[in-house]
């Protein structure tokens, strides 16, 4: 299972104004911390509350200070395909692009982006009419994101496939959908392509998120979940995952499995 850590984004308060202030300590506190709580990649967000000039230049300045911190990729996480680009151009290692949806003048964007950087690429199964509500409107969309990432030559690998979980308080019927999108999706092409999800959409505004955050993320590991973006300030998430590794045979059981888990 693959862990993104989701912390070193503007949307929370400390970063942001570490962003205003050009302040890299949060920045070096989040990205050791998520690093010793098993992260793979580091999720980089500028946030909302930056200007669309300012971007690029934010984006530079946090992939920088993460990696002069951690020897972790990054996953570069903008709706601004200049700030993209200016954090491939300084990341050292094999970045992930988040993300371009099912639109063809997106995936024009930031496919040949990906191909150029040699970088990984989430694709959404959603497009400008927004998230479908059935598993097959989803898979659909995510094929044409398989069809376009191999004409770009990026190996299936490379390609991680967001079916879009929302929050269940207000999408409480596309909780199942997701769940067997992510099935549908690992049958699109051969080899198939890796699945990911921004996990805490799910419980936006809920009662009892990590227990809501833990449940699904287990949940979507039976059906197909190779990743997902995360709190890994979560002790029982990261132990669900090491138990669910157990029970679908991907780790080998040990008695001290949640720790082995951590120290790997």
Known sequence: ????????????????????????EPIRYWAKRQF????????????PTVDAKDQPAVMEWLVKIAQETVDLPCCLDS??????????????????????TADQWKMDIYLPMAAKYGAAVIGLAMNEKGVPKSAADR???????????????????DLYIDPL????????EHGPEVLEALRQIKMLADPPPKTTMGLSNVSQRCADRHLLNRTFLVMSMAAGL???????????????????????????????????????
């Not at 299972?1 to 890299?24: H, Q, S, T, V």
């Not at 010793?36 to 946030?47: K, M, P, Q, S, Y």
């Open 139 to 157: 898979a659909a969309l995510a094929m044409e994101i398989v069809v376009n990432a191999d004409a770009n030559g990026i190996p299936m690998e």
């Open 165 to 172: 979980v929302l929050p269940c308080n207000v999408g409480q």
């Open 1 to 24: 299972m693959i862990l993104i850590g989701e912390r070193i984004n503007g949307m929370f308060k400390d970063i942001r104004e570490a962003i205003l202030n050009r302040d890299p």
């Open 226 to 264: 190779d990743s997902a973006i995360v709190d890994l300030d979560d002790d029982a998430l990261l132990d669900a995952v090491a138990a669910a590794n157990i029970l679908l045979n991907k780790d080998i059981y040990c008695d001290s499995f949640t720790k082995t888990f951590r120290q790997r």
């Open 79 to 100: 709706t601004n395909p200049e700030a993209i680009e200016a954090g491939l151009a300084v990341h050292k290692g094999k970045a992930l692009i988040n993300s371009t």
């Open 36 to 47: 010793e709580r098993c992260a793979a990649f580091l999720d980089i967000n500028t946030g």
